[in-house]
């Protein structure tokens, strides 16, 4: 089976664990796992892996005894737990952040660590947009100061460097740099928070536009209604249906000469109402 520094869901890790210890002829049953952590509910591991129950801090320091890992797999694995277990964005981001620590103490290269960095900040992918409308941008300098706001030249060259190493743009022969086609993909998990807190930096950069742009260069609206589910559904559906859009005018267009960034949000402004509560 896999590294435990490969998983990014410890429900996951568990599973693979049972399956090769029943490979190797090791005990693996629920009533086995429940005897040897002190657990009275022998379908507690079942439990577990359907997501039907949480795992504690006790039980975490008891399987990490029952697995036998080392110190620094422990650590991960509590991390794990936690940020497969949190409930806020702050708390999956401080469980991720050891959890990369620990990846960097341990001998395994983990695969998704430079795509989560591409969205771990909101102008990679401005890079990546300008880089493909102007190839030979000049020096880091120069590309820094196109953004808006601008960046430094360093950050600049650590995002060219990182499109690099994830095969999202190359040079070319004349030693400027192209896009490739390639689209960028990470776990489930990982990819859920990096986006996360991608959505959450253009915000904040949204609330800057209204003082960094005249309103001719930005479109910003607000709607507040009250709806059913049913009619939740359809507002989704219909908005993924303009991003669609949105992206194939983005694609036949031939004149690009700047990036925008376009945020979608719909959230509630109220908790569901009961119907006494609707009719009173």
């Known amino acids: 089976m896999k590294a435990l520094f490969e998983y990014t869901d410890y429900r ?32 507690w591991l079942t439990y577990i892996l359907q997501g039907k129950r949480t795992c504690s ?12 890992l080392n110190a620094n797999e422990k650590r991960y694995f ?29 001998t395994a290269r983990v695969v998704g660590s430079d795509q989560y960095e591409f969205y771990s900040v909101w102008y990679h992918s401005a890079i990546r947009s300008i880089i493909d409308m102007c190839p030979a941008f000049g020096t880091f300098e120069k590309l820094g100061a196109m953004l808006s706001p ?17 095969d999202l743009i190359r040079r070319d022969e004349e030693g400027a ?3 490739t086609d390639h689209t960028i993909t990470t776990g489930s998990h990982e990819k859920a928070l990096a986006i996360t807190n991608f959505q959450r930096e253009t915000m904040k950069l949204a609330l800057e536009a209204f003082d960094r742009f005249p309103k001719q260069e930005r479109d910003i609206s607000t709607m507040t209604i009250g709806i059913s589910q049913g009619a939740l559904l359809k507002i989704k559906k219909l908005l993924q249906e303009t991003r669609n859009s949105i992206a194939e005018i983005a694609a036949t267009d031939t004149g690009s000469d700047r990036v925008i960034q376009i945020n979608m949000q719909a959230f509630p402004f109220s908790k569901p109402l009961s119907i006494d509560e609707s009719d009173s």
């Open 57 to 68: 801090a006790a039980a975490v320091h008891k399987l990490s005894a029952l697995l036998r």
């Open 12 to 43: 996951m890790y568990l599973k693979d664990v049972v399956e090769d210890r029943r490979e190797r002829g090791l005990p693996a049953s629920n009533r086995w796992f429940a005897q040897m952590l002190g657990i009275n509910s022998n379908a």
């Open 150 to 166: 601008p960046i430094t030249p360093a950050e600049a060259k650590r995002s060219v460097l990182l499109l690099e190493r994830l």
């Open 78 to 106: 509590s991390a794990l737990v936690k940020f497969n277990q949190a409930k806020s964005l702050n708390e999956r981001n401080e469980s991720y952040g050891e959890m990369e620590n620990c990846r960097k103490c341990g």
């Open 177 to 179: 740099y192209r896009i």
